[in-house]
């Protein structure tokens, strides 16, 4: 048996002000076609089985076009595959914060596809002889943790779980980052199962020979920029989805290129530098950059650099960057972390930690949502931000 496994599509995710020529958002529309370019690959798989370990949407109310676009993929899965049974878990994303709030997700019953939304659910493919306990984001938040135990009846057994298992974290990531809950090896326990697909963690990741990550499908994290630095270490060549041989596990990456690339190019080290000297550094990295930049989401990070100094950069020049690129992001960092008191300022302005402190606290949460924790998390993902290493 042929089993797919996807996990964090984030379909309907936003970002950047640029618009595809019908007036969406172009990172929206990217994200949309590395799930298209997928279906296309799992056309020409043709699995048995096609399991999402959610994360399907971005958020619990993603829009109409998301909502649309996901049905016609599905629906084209549904017409040229239609023996291969299609299962849905929710992720943390896509999981309703109430009851009351509901999920679209159910929606995609209508096509005949098994969605698990909040309990576990035991699912049984007699054709396949195979048994997939389905254990959605919501179910792991629970009071009482669910035991996940095979089906003894079944000639095979798989767990689908969103979850995030924190010894996967590579050395500058953090568990604030995905919000999921948190799984433990000793829960999901891989040598009971004959594969275990996981879905939350953004790389793909092997956690034991028959249990993996396949990680999402674009970047789609804030600091996507670290996810490209793990990826690096991992040899992936990029973002893809998993096809697994069953009995016995072979696990394959499919490769799923993505409509553009992100590069982040070489950081300079501004300080003792004038104005243009760190200019000529930033048109070399610009020219050096491969691909070119043009229409690809750039980063450049500047380190050390004053607030005068940063006042007589080529702005002209930084401009037509931004024009060439779909987004160029010159992150210029000041000499040290802490912000310069401003003139006549009755001594030390706040930090952005201590602004985002400040502000999250007083924040309208929903009834649901522990302050406390939301607070805390807030702030160590601003300070962590603040804390990237240069790359070498
Ligand atoms: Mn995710």
Not at 84 to 110: C, Q
Not at 338 to 353: D, H, K, M, S
Request: glycine share 6%; proline share 7%; charged share 25%.
């Amino acid at each position: 048996m042929k089993l797919a496994h996807l996990a964090d599509l984030h379909l309907g995710f936003r970002q950047f002000d640029r618009q595809t020529p019908r007036g969406g958002n172009q990172r929206e529309a990217d994200i949309a076609e590395a799930f298209r370019r997928a279906v296309d690959d799992l056309l020409a798989q043709q699995p048995d089985l096609v399991l999402v370990a959610g994360d399907v949407f971005h958020s619990v109310r993603p829009t109409n076009a998301a909502i649309l676009f996901l049905w016609r993929q599905l629906q084209r899965i549904r017409v040229a595959l239609p023996e291969t049974a299609i299962v849905v878990i929710a992720g943390n994303h896509d999981t309703p914060r109430s009851a009351e709030t509901g999920t679209i997700l159910r929606l995609y019953e209508a096509l005949g596809v098994e969605v698990v939304v909040d309990k576990p659910r035991g699912l049984h493919f007699p054709k396949l002889d195979c048994a997939v306990l389905a254990v959605p984001s919501q179910a792991l938040s629970a009071p009482e943790r669910p035991a996940l135990r095979p089906e003894p009846g079944a000639a095979l057994n798989v767990l689908l779980v969103h979850g995030l298992l924190e010894e996967v974290l590579g050395p500058e990531e953090s568990a604030a980052e995905y919000w999921g809950a948190t799984l433990t090896r000793a829960e999901i326990a891989p040598a009971q199962w004959d594969y275990v697909a996981l879905g939350d963690y953004h790389v793909a990741h092997e956690v034991a020979a028959n249990a993996w990550y396949p990680g999402s499908l674009e970047y789609v994290n804030p600091r996507a920029w670290v996810q490209l630095r793990e990826e690096a270490r991992r040899k992936l060549p990029g973002k893809g989805y998993l096809l697994v041989d069953l009995p016995g596990a072979k696990v394959t990456f499919r490769h799923v290129p993505t409509a553009r690339r992100l590069l982040d190019l070489r950081p300079v080290q501004g300080a003792g530098l004038t104005a243009k000297e760190i200019d000529e550094q930033i048109a070399e990295r610009v020219a050096k950059a491969r691909p070119p930049i043009e229409d690809q989401v750039v980063r450049l990070v500047v380190y050390g650099v004053s607030r005068a100094t940063a006042r007589d950069l080529d702005h002209a020049a930084i401009r037509s960057f931004k024009a060439r690129a779909l987004n160029f992001h010159l992150d210029v960092r000041r000499p040290d972390a802490t912000y310069e008191a401003g003139i006549g300022a009755p001594g030390r302005r706040q930090t952005l930690p201590e602004t985002v402190k400040e502000f999250l606290g007083r924040r309208l949460l929903d009834a649901d949502v522990n302050r406390e924790e939301f607070v805390r998390l807030g702030v160590a993902y601003v300070e962590e931000a603040g804390q990237e290493e240069p790359v070498t």
